[in-house]
DNA sequence: ATCGGAGCATCACTATATCTGATCACTACG
DNA sequence: CGTAGTGATCAGATATAGTGATGCTCCGAT
């Protein structure tokens, strides 16, 4: 009576048994002989310590135990079971089946996912994609080293020998002033000496921007911090301060403000896409790099013409 | 990539690496070596085609891959469900679980099943009880025979040696007429002859009847046949013809028909309870069997000290 | 009654698979 | 650069599942 000797062998004896109703014409179905299966069902009962057949003997068939109806309904499911896996590797081989879980962060959420999205799902309607946004790097990074992502949106820079990135675009860091200043102005690093600041609480970039500040001999002063860039953007609106912030998560069209460059310029943040090293990924998943690098490049020949009009 | 070559000991060893993350804690988990639990995961990678595990080296831990993913999910299915038919049959052994199918027929669903279901159900609550009626005792007990039934009340005598049928009452056969006649009077068997007569169709004990009937003589007449009691004695009600019917499947509350003896008598049928020689059953099924036993004698009291009564 | 056949159990034997224990190779980290 | 922790691999002892032959039991037919 030692349920850990039960193989699945014995169950597809039990249930062939149990519907060809003889013990050797379920072994021909099995492809075994009649002596192998009467000594895999003797095994089973051994191992559960129950018989599961009634062998009348002579003619008649060999039928169920109350204890072997019980074991055949358990055993239905796991057989089903695992053909059911096998069926799903096989999409899953194919490129027919699968899931990606993507992590993300704002501006990558609004600006750059659902093209990417829309050009993947158009390829690969059958592979689902499940999207993780945080706020916080280090959670997504360690996600993704867990397994439980399968690739991530990053911050490059903040990023350990872990993980592979690949560039996706550059996102220039621009100052965003009420719109009493004059749009597309090159504005003096120093001009935020002393001045009322807007930022985000710790965002992987908000660390940049102050650790550039403080580079140029600058210590910020924020007057109020928010990880929602319209909260953000409407402060400045207000004329609560000035925003350093990176040029896509800024809404340039809102008339009510001035997006400003600043001189000596901040080293933008590069946005880039991460994966594991060294762990299996679907082909899938490297295919969506591969339309995230794309529709990164449009979106950086579309920010680069936007700036030369502004200029 | 042979699935008949996964067991269930790479499933568990699957879930126990996933979970723990490393192969040595599986393995002590387990009860096994790191070893085995290395060639473990190998055979079910080979089993199935692909890798499970992403290995980075050193402290850092193993991850799931896509498949891995995958079937994991599908081994928890079934390793669960294999921990659920051990709890399962372990109950069934202890008696506190378990499905009882009993076959039946009119006259015993009405005037014995109640009671022995109340009383069963009072000393075992957890075992549930299924009843399957039908006016064609054949078709019963070759449901009895395949293992579909457990029990099955039937009319004793038109049973083969398959099965062993233990005697619960005696259920004499008496003349139903409309209230014009005496009650209880004993009326000549020759009475008959000619007479109008309201029987079944192709019930077990019609056929007892019309072979007693034939035996002294007598060529019944049906002018209408029923496999609903109570139609037939609606019948006999209106005045269409007499009945010959067991007993017990006669309402003698009704004052509106006489209930006479025959003369002389056809011997009473006996209502027994089937179960297949050999068959491994529960023991709640024999209990079931005790309790239909008791029930019976108490209305054999009964129904002796009716007729007396009535006498 | 006896005999043949169908069906399951059992035995002896072989091939194979599984486990252990030792060792190797690799990686991260101090 | 060594150490610790990891998985892979190897060789050998052991256990197991399979085959084929045989035995036993029961049913049904002659």
Redesign the pocket.
Known sequence: MVWS?V?I??LA?LRA?AEE???????ERL?????????????L?RAVGERM?D????????TLTPAGRLMVEHAAVVLDRLAQAADELAALQAGSAGRIVVGTFQTVSVRVLPAVIGRFLAEHPHIEIRLVESDDQDDVLARLAGGELDLSFVVAGAVD??FEVVGLCEDPFVLVAPAASTQGERRPLDDLAGAPLIGWHAAACQALIDQELRAGGIEPDYVFRSNDNGAVQAMVRAGMGLSVMPLLTVDVDDPAVAVQRLDPPIPPRVIGLARA??RTRLPAADRFVELAVDVCADLGDELRARARRRR
Chains 1, 2 share one sequence.
């Open positions: 000797d193989e062998r014995h004896a048994v109703g003889t013990f050797g014409r379920a072994a492809g075994f002989t009649q002596s192998a299966v009467s000594q895999q069902i003797s095994a009962e057949f062998r009348p003997g002579g003619p008649r068939p060999a020998e872990r090293v060294g």
